[in-house]
């Protein structure tokens, strides 16, 4: 990942069909590549297990699902483990293997390793190295596929005012690399340049630039000799974006060069809004399904539909999944969606992992089993899900009956249970429809004391796939406290009371924005952090920092409950006072 930005919407920091429809895509579309003659399978042995590379590239794609990235690490700055994550050892991948993965993206920066003039010299020892870790993952029968990562924004985005350095130093980049890795088994893919981006540029300049350097990338690669000759390349678009016009550059590069194993490849990390809970998005409503689903649909009417093999190279949100950013049960839904969207339009995904997202690194195991579970499921088949995943009650007073609408995603409803018991139809629940009512009579019994947070879980069981947790919440109105901090950090005391927080409304006197977004008065969620255990609520710097001095604050603190909660902020220098409203 980088810090470019997707069209329309800003960046933040950093599929598959079935078999038979993969081969009946390659065959349809094959003139799309031109008239190469088709490379042999290739039996890519080393010192563990053999990888069979069909000779056909849609099908070769095809065999890499499921991937995962083994990101921060080889394209971290300075080093390999410069940004938290452990050295990457043979047990990494044999761990990777072990969890049902079929290939890896290695992403690799180069820059802090090679000299910055002519001949631009790539350290030996850091060459090496990634050869090391690129072996290990071969021997483990998996596919592999390296590139050139963060150098895109550190040195190659300044192509337009440095074009001749830039483009000298590139193809010196990869004529080394190709050089390097000309030997090895065709289950190793090389990717031109991730998510390339071209500072002070027009869209007719970006094309130029990127087609001029995807070309360069492909002569040098294949006129490199050894297995090189027919390795899968991987190309991108602008920005790894699934713009139309960018898409339909990639399409009309590819078409040029007369290759038929060549793959595009393009990243997905969701409507913009909601993957960073910006602008009053915390649901995965319909406005961030259609974005996935018209995204997604351009990309296999302009490439998989016309042969081209499209690897997904990097999906997921852009903030950690398991930090609150985002709700819980909408993560859920947009994961389940994206995969189900991926497999449905012909693309191989490749999870990104920045460090302990999903898989740890020390142990290889998932961090969170119902991840792992729905993750896992979504390489096969689709999860039911539903409008929510929590049921709130009020701590006191009368309980009502409450209906959620289910999604069933293609499955049909098999049950209500709580643990290992089932729930009673009619009795505890009634189903018209997808409208599941719970009634009033099982809520109170489920609520026990009523005590304020989870009083019980259910799951939602779908005829296959992962079963839809509720949980079952007693809540009563969230009180915050006032605070005094420092433009470090303000530090609210808040007793939340079984209530989660959704968003935060932040705005000026003049009812203009607060924060560091000019254009939201809902700015990410991420400016804050609720910590439900230690019951305080955290006021980060970036917000703070970002405020004009002496002019008071209106937070609004927004709950899945429906309530709110007005505070205010004054930042005087470095000092901030937070008052309850």
């Known amino acids: 990942m980088n810090d470019a930005q997707q069209t329309a919407r800003p960046r933040s920091r950093r599929l598959r069909r079935t078999a038979a429809l993969v081969v009946a895509l390659a065959t349809t579309g094959s003139l799309a590549y031109g008239t190469a003659v088709a490379a042999p399978a290739d039996q890519a042995r080393t010192r563990g297990r053999a990888v069979w590379v069909p000779s056909d590239p849609m099908a070769a794609v095809a065999a890499m699902q499921p991937s995962w990235n083994l990101g921060n690490t080889f394209d971290a700055i300075p080093d390999e483990t410069s940004w938290g994550n452990p050295l990457t050892t043979k047990a990494t991948f044999d761990g990777l293997r072990a969890q049902g993965f079929r290939s890896v993206r290695i992403p690799v920066t180069w820059y802090p390793h090679q000299s910055t003039t002519a001949p631009y010299t790539i350290d030996a020892a850091w060459m090496a190295r990634v050869k090391q870790v690129v072996d290990w993952a071969l021997q483990d029968g998996l596919y592999v596929e390296i590139n050139v990562h963060h150098d895109s924004w550190q040195w190659i985005a300044n192509m337009s005012t440095d074009h001749d350095n830039v483009v000298a130093r590139f193809n010196a980049t990869w004529q080394q690399i190709a050089t390097a890795f000309k030997d090895e088994p065709r289950a190793l893919l090389m990717e031109s340049i991730n998510e390339p981006q071209f500072n002070n540029a027009t869209d007719a300049q970006k094309t130029q630039y990127l087609r001029e ?22 190309l991108p678009s602008e920005e790894t974006n699934n713009a139309q016009h960018w898409l339909d550059d990639l399409s009309t590069t590819i078409n040029s060069l007369h290759d038929r194993n060549l ?29 996935l689903t018209d995204g997604f649909r351009r990309v296999h009417d302009t490439l998989v539909a016309k042969g081209v093999p499209v690897y997904l190279g990097e999906f997921g949100l852009l903030t950690s999944p398991y930090s609150g950013v985002v709700e819980r049960g909408e993560m859920l839904k947009y994961f389940e969606h994206v995969s189900y969207e991926a497999r449905a339009n012909g693309m191989t995904t490749a999870l990104w992992d920045a460090a302990n997202d999903f898989l740890n690194r020390n142990t290889m195991q998932w961090m969170v089993p119902e991840m792992k579970a729905l993750i896992q499921s979504s390489w096969r088949t689709r999860s039911g899900t539903a409008s929510t995943d929590n ?8 309980i009502a009956a409450q209906t959620i609408t289910l999604n069933p995603n293609g499955q049909w409803f098999t049950g209500l249970w709580q643990g290992d018991v089932p729930l009673m139809p009619f009795r505890d629940y009634t189903l018209n429809g997808n409208q599941l009512t719970l009634t009033a009579g099982t809520l109170t019994r489920l609520a026990g004391n009523r005590a304020t947070g989870v009083n019980a879980t259910l799951e939602v069981r779908y005829s296959d796939g992962v079963p839809w947790k509720l949980f079952v919440r007693s809540y009563d109105r969230p009180v915050l406290s006032d605070a005094t901090g420092t433009a470090d950090g303000l530090t609210i005391p808040t007793r939340f009371n079984g209530s989660l927080m959704a968003n935060v409304e932040s705005t000026y006197a003049d009812g203009t924005a607060a924060g560091p977004a000019s254009w939201t008065t809902y700015q990410s969620f991420d400016n804050y952090r609720a910590d439900y255990g230690a019951n305080t609520t955290t006021v980060k710097a970036d917000f703070l920092k970002s405020l004009k001095d002496d002019a008071p604050v209106t937070l609004t603190f927004r709950f899945w409950t429906g309530a709110t909660v007005t505070y205010h902020l004054t930042k005087s220098g470095n000092t901030v006072t937070g008052t309850v409203g």
Do not use: C, E, M
């Open 391 to 398: 049921v709130f009650l009020p701590s006191s007073g009368p």
């Open 263 to 291: 793959v595009a490849t393009v990243h997905y990390y969701s409507w913009y809004p909601f993957s960073v809970n910006i602008a009053n998005g915390p649901s995965y409503d319909a406005t961030a399904q259609k974005d």
């Open 213 to 234: 350097l995807n070309t360069s990338f492909h002569r040098i690669v294949r006129n490199s000799g050894g297995a090189n000759k027919d390795r899968l390349l991987v």
